[in-house]
């Protein structure tokens, strides 16, 4: 009531109250396109052009623009295996985080009762401290005289001299871990906004808890599951901590490649039409992933 | 409507004994109750349904109504008791194994499914065949043939209700229960699904336990009606019987409304029992007498009162009760509405229709009331006279 009645004098003063309320929603969209402007459509034209230079430049000398497109030829030809490695490490990393985190929103949604949001705080709690230093700790946690690895040994799972550190197991476990909360927090919104009554609706109407939660359950949990995999599988598919610390060689992964270009070989242009890549990699994946899932209108 | 409906109910010890629920072919509920920690929301209910019939649950929201329901349906499981189906025992049956469906308060259809695919749930967790043509009958019955492809959030409260019936109704359970569902349409809507439902269970002829606190719609729609209060049934039976024949103060005032004057029963004869009501004599039929102490609550219905002039008298041989004073006139058109004052200081209501035979009495009139002895009933003194009122001008 009271905006209506704020609004309401302006449009009397004004005879032409459509215009005017036009200009009310630009005006109030330009912190935003600012924004935008600032921090997306500059760097990434930016980007956009780096990946154009000419290869044969350096930092020292400048970039010629030279509309050099055979850089992403190159970049592909060389990096292809990071490039593959990342998106199937994300892949993995994403699916278990879905298995953990739905098991787990669903707890808390449905079971935690006055516990929600402590356990809430609890999935949130690892934001406390860095990213590097959970990543390090899992080092730690995963290292060749760590508990875990001498308790696989023993029980002859791992050889021994068989190691957990420098392998995709780590990589793929400290990307799970690191991203979990990521997939928890739109699942738990997604679940926990599920009418519980419906799934009586549906025990009720002959479905067992197995059909209950496939008919009912999963398809209106799906908005948070296809934000969460989002979520995870974005970030996952560029990261370069985890690969660098837990992994070796072996196990690089894309943004770990095109943080050396860029910080260690200087190779500018090859960075960015390898960013450029991935970029475009993960937004056809994403839009047909959104297809598929049909959820376009939930998101 | 049935003898087996008239089957006493918890609390009353009354001679004819429940049938034997492993061989008795509708509903029977024995001894079943429910705790939530340290409440007690039904205590020791008997209930028999009769197969086919149109069976209402009716009380003030608390009253242990929809726990006894969701019992009924699985949903809930009973502290003790036993819920008997056709003889079979199903008190701790899964939801999806018992031939029960509900029609839920909230409707509670699936957001994500259309029409179609809502009303074809139940068949199609059965694995029947011809889901199709049953689907497209049922939609037709409830007169939603037109609109299968939408989501539910597209339709009207009164359409989504019809899609939650039909919902149910598809899977011709042993006995469909219906919780408060025209609760949330507007007075005229919840008029006319009503008279549908009742249509309907007349088609179908399956077994409706209603659950509602609306006294109006468990009259106009049940062919038996229990009476449930603080998780007990008080009293149950046919409609008018139930409003004729109230057995406690708390369904004399739940079901309509009722005066309850204070007496002292002077003696019991085999067909009457005379009461002496604040100095004058009136009398009750010993069969509409529910009170064994010599104290008691004799109860009148407001429209069973005519109101006269004084020293006039009235085409009622009965108890005639001189000395009122008329204190508020509401004209409702089809009747007149009169609280009177009476020397005790006791207000009664009046509704008397307007037929024209009679004037209208003005606030101050000095009036006398009367009525017929066979309309008067005596309860229980120790019982609350005010039980069961405040209900009456809240529901909806």
Redo the contacts between chains.
Sequence with gaps: MASSAAVAPLAVMDPDTGRRRGWTGYILLLPAAIWLGVFFVIPFYSLVATSLFDPSGSDAKGYDMTYHFANYWHALQDYWQPLVRSLVYAGIATLFCLVLGYVLAYAIAFKAGRWKNLMLVLVIAPFFTSFLVRTLAWKLILGDNGFIVNSLQAVHILGPDGRLLATPVAVIAGLTYNFLPFMVLPLFASIDKIDHRLIEAASDLYANPITGFRKVTWPLSLPGVVSGTLLTFIPAAGDYINAQLLGSPNQRMVGSVIQSLFTDANNYPIAGALSMILMLLIVAMVLFYVRRAGTEELL | MSQVAEAPSSGSSDSDAPADASTYDGLALRQLEKDFGAFRAVRSLDLDVPRGSFFALLGPSGCGKTTTLRMV???ESPTSGTITLAGQDITYA???QRP???V?Q?Y?????LDIYENVA??LR??KKGDVDAQVREMLDLVELGSQVRKKPVQLSGGQQQRVALA??LI?RPEVLLLDEPLGALDLKLRRSMQIELKRIQDEVGLTFIHVTHDQEEAMTMADTVAVMNAGLIEQMGAPAELYENPRSTFVANFLGQSNLIDGTIKSRAADVVTVDMHGIDVSVRADRTHTQGDKGWIGIRPEKVLIGEEGESLDAPGNTVPGGVVTDVSFVGVSTQYLVRMPWGQELQVFSQNTGRHRLFEEGERVELSWRPEYAFLLDASQDASAGAQKIDSDG
């Design positions: 349906a699985g949903l899964k939801p999806y029960v469906n509900t839920f909230s509670a259809l699936f957001p994500h749930f139940g967790r059965r919902r149910a899977n």
